[in-house]
């Protein structure tokens, strides 16, 4: 693709405050897009990556993470990493070389350790000079199913916990003194999302795989990990298996979790029952990506339709109120606010 056709028009977001959705498209189509929603002035302004920049974002978008004015977009199945001006959007560096990509976790001002799908490691990267500087072993050649797979990163001291969905029930444990493997949780059956409350404890929702799943099918479960001693402390099991999951959230002081069991539901973190009634309904939507404005705490929740048409953004109040209707690019999957 020649580049120097396209015309580039940087986008100004100074002193705007919004929440960049990050929009995953179709796996091969490598029509992934970003979009930003103005939370002052209400506006959607869509595909912006490609606008400013000239270019397509690429296949399969995936996450999104803002530190010191620099925004980096992972691109999963492109394996690449944009280092972009969060004000501007215009593209600085592209880290290249990655497997596949799916969240970015700084650990300190110049480097950054990055998840993988497939790639049965954690990369070790140098954001500054946008190169793989090592990596951390997950699994090996030997291993079924490509386990171990890692997604979120998150971290509690000088420890950070990614989980492993692909195929798999383990949450990982790396010792950022000296960037290795120190320990692995046991938990349900495929892990899919991961977070920490006031307390420094880890939440995750596993999904419970599929029917014919080679792994093994479950009801799908909501857990609590103790990172004081990294055991599994509350199971919460949802009441089918076909329940439909997603993304979880905690609130903005850390003492509620939001969570997608067909519809949107919010939980006090002492609690040991799931709540019988929703404070969002889900009926004839797919909810997917959902994330809390650390700002004033609303709610975002994206509907991705058929997963094939444009999707939808919620803008929810802390209590499930509606507020805003967004209309966003195709499959939004992951929230990140500016």
């Known amino acids: 693709m020649d580049d120097s056709v396209i015309e580039i028009s940087p986008i100004d977001l100074y002193g705007s405050r919004g929440v960049f959705i990050v929009n995953e498209g179709n796996y091969l189509y490598g029509n992934s897009s970003l979009s930003y929603y103005d939370c002052d002035s209400k506006e959607v302004y869509n595909d912006i990556f490609s606008v400013a ?40 560096k592209t880290v ?18 990055v998840s993988d799908l497939y790639g049965r490691s954690i990369s070790i990267v140098n954001m500054n000079l946008g190169a793989i500087e090592g990596t951390i072993k997950t699994g090996g050649n030997t291993l079924p199913f490509y386990q171990h797979s890692t997604e979120n990163l998150v971290r509690v001291g000088s420890k950070v916990y990614t989980n492993c969905w692909s195929y798999d029930n383990k949450i990982l444990m790396v010792d950022l003194n000296n960037l290795s493997l120190a320990d692995s949780i046991t938990v349900g059956i495929q892990p899919f999302w991961m977070v920490i409350d006031k307390n420094e404890n880890i939440w995750v ?14 009801n799908p479960s909501l857990m609590r990990i103790n990172t004081s001693n990294n055991t599994v402390e ?34 006090d973190i002492a609690s040991s029952e799931l709540p019988s009634e929703p404070i969002f309904s889900g009926d004839g939507k797919n909810f997917r990506a959902l994330s809390v404005d650390p700002a004033n705490g609303d709610i975002y929740i994206s509907d991705a339709i058929d997963f094939m048409s444009e999707g939808i953004v919620y803008q929810l109040s802390s209590t499930g109120t509606p507020i805003d209707t967004i209309s966003a690019g195709i499959t939004p999957t992951f929230f990140c606010f500016n």
């Open 53 to 92: 920049n000239g270019i397509p974002l690429g296949d399969v978008a995936y996450s999104m993470t803002i530190r010191n004015g620099k925004a980096c977009i992972v691109v999963n199945n492109s394996g690449c990493i944009y280092v972009i001006d969060s004000n501007n959007l215009l593209v600085q």
């Open 96 to 113: 290249t070389g990655l497997t596949s990509p799916r969240h970015i976790l700084f650990i300190d001002e110049d480097r950054a350790l």
């Open 205 to 218: 929702v596993n999904d419970g795989g599929f029917a014919g799943n080679p792994f093994g099918h479950e």
């Open 234 to 267: 509350l199971r919460l099991d949802f009441p089918s298996e076909n329940d439909k999951t997603g993304q979880i959230a905690m609130n903005q002081t850390g003492d509620s979790i939001l969570f997608i069991r067909n519809h949107l539901y919010k939980m």
